[in-house]
């Protein structure tokens, strides 16, 4: 049986690692390093699917805008009395937006009164996961425009 004394001068004595250390410390960081990775690109897929939703909000204010502007205008060709879905055709496409879409549908006589008209925005976008680009989803913005 081998003293206190004898055990620390066998641990001095070790001139280095084992190969069974050296490669169970190796396989253990590599799964470490895997997890952050695979932890990272999910965040990153996160963030990304945000930005989408927060472009398609930007995308169906901006056009709601637009559509409220037409409203409220003077000239003879526009005003409310004018508004109706065929004067904002949908968008298959958008300058400086790929994947993204928008339509928009006038409702008149909103709630039964002849002076109201809901005016709904509806964006469609493929958001980015984690795997690429999934399937396309929308997003509504809703308004009303009265007459003065």
Known sequence: MKTLKGLIQGFRDTRGFS?????????MLIVGIAVV??????GVAGVEGSRGTSTAVFLAEQKLEQVRAYAVSTTS??????LTSSSFP??????????FRRTVTIT????G??????????VFFKPVKSTGLSAETS??????????
Do not use: F, H, K
């Open 90 to 99: 949908a968008e298959s496409t958008i300058t400086g937006y790929p994947n």
């Open 19 to 27: 190969l069974a250390e050296v490669l169970m410390a190796t396989s």
């Open 77 to 82: 060709t526009q005003g409310l009395s004018n």
């Open 108 to 111: 008149p006589n909103a709630g």
């Open 113 to 122: 009164n002849a002076d109201l008209q809901l005016i709904t925005v509806t």
């Open 37 to 42: 990775l695979s932890a990272l690109m999910y």
């Open 139 to 148: 997003m509504s913005v809703r308004g009303v425009v009265a007459r003065r």
